[in-house]
């Protein structure tokens, strides 16, 4: 089930809190008798934003709010779509959209297949004398901090 992870907070209220959305339209706002999703603070607008789902895709849109909606830093002016891993703004509140239905289908940040050579880089190459493979952990060598020119060399 798709959730909204609680990321920042100006009252330091319960970061890390996880809101369900279990609902096919949900309102963010500050009115609980209006909302599905309150946020008792004074800049958050009565009825801020409204999250719906269709089709198993989730959107957002700001409901006119006086201190607007963002999504990845970008204000909502219309209907958007949410992708997972989203950042959702809402004054000073900050959320992370989390869909693990839509975890899956992100290509992965991180290829297996790529090195970083001295003098040329492209993928799963290795003919260059001196290599640095990538890792996750950052436990190997690091590599160049620019990315050189992609190599050209055959054979």
């Known amino acids: 089930m798709a959730s909204l992870v609680l990321l920042k907070s100006p009252a ?3 970061v890390g809190q996880v809101i369900p959305l279990d609902g096919d339209e949900l309102v963010v706002g500050r009115e609980p008798e209006l909302c599905q999703i309150v946020i008792p603070h004074h800049a958050v ?3 801020h934003a409204r999250i719906t789902r269709a089709d198993g895709q989730y959107f957002i849109e700001d409901l006119k709010s006086r201190n607007h909606t963002f ?3 970008k204000e909502v002016t219309d209907r958007t779509p949410l992708r997972h891993d989203d950042r959702i703004k809402v004054c000073d509140f900050l959320f992370r959209f989390h869909d693990p239905s839509l ?11 790529t090195t970083w050579m001295s003098g040329c880089w492209s ?8 290599t640095w493979p990538r890792t996750r952990c950052g436990s190997g060598p690091s590599p160049p901090r620019r990315r050189p020119p992609t190599c050209t060399r055959s054979g």
């Open 103 to 113: 975890d899956r289908v992100r290509p992965p940040a991180f290829r297996s297949d």
């Open 123 to 130: 993928p799963g190459r290795s003919r260059c004398r001196t």
């Open 12 to 14: 330091g209220a319960s």
């Open 45 to 47: 607008s009565r009825q």
């Open 71 to 73: 999504v990845n830093s």
